[in-house]
Nanobody
Framework: QVQLVESGGGLVQAGGSLRLSCVAS????????MGWYRQAPGKQRELVAR???????NYGDSVKGRFTISRDDAKNTVYLQMNNLKPEDTAVYLC?????????WGQGTQVTVSS
């Protein structure tokens, strides 16, 4: 089992920035990949950013150039730096941890961007 705790969400004006954190209960080096997803009301969950164990990253098209995923292996933490936020970025942001066939999810943190 892996527990994930997200933090850093909040209310921000359009054009502002936030940094989300996701702390895992075990070494993130044991994962195949970790990622950030988001889900807005009435919409499907979508990939925001993903970082593989190798360090390779990939991003959803709507956040490329604005968001950056990174990790601190010593702290078992993955970050999502979000810049130039837009109202359409409003959603619950969830962290996941992929290990083999198992996928673990955090509870999520709300991000609200006002226009």
């Amino acid at each position: 089992q892996v527990q994930l705790v997200e933090s850093g969400g909040g209310l921000v004006q359009a054009g502002g920035s936030l940094r989300l954190s996701c702390v895992a209960s075990r070494s993130i080096l044991s994962s195949n990949a970790m990622g950030w997803y988001r889900q807005a009301p009435g919409k499907q969950r979508e990939l925001v950013a993903r970082i593989a164990n190798s360090g390779r990253t990939n991003y959803g098209d709507s956040v490329k150039g604005r968001f950056t995923i990174s990790r601190d292996d010593a702290k078992n933490t993955v970050y999502l730096q979000m810049n130039n936020l837009k109202p359409e970025d409003t959603a619950v942001y969830l962290c996941n941890f992929v290990m083999g066939w198992d996928v673990y999810w955090g509870q999520g943190t709300q991000v609200t961007v006002s226009s």
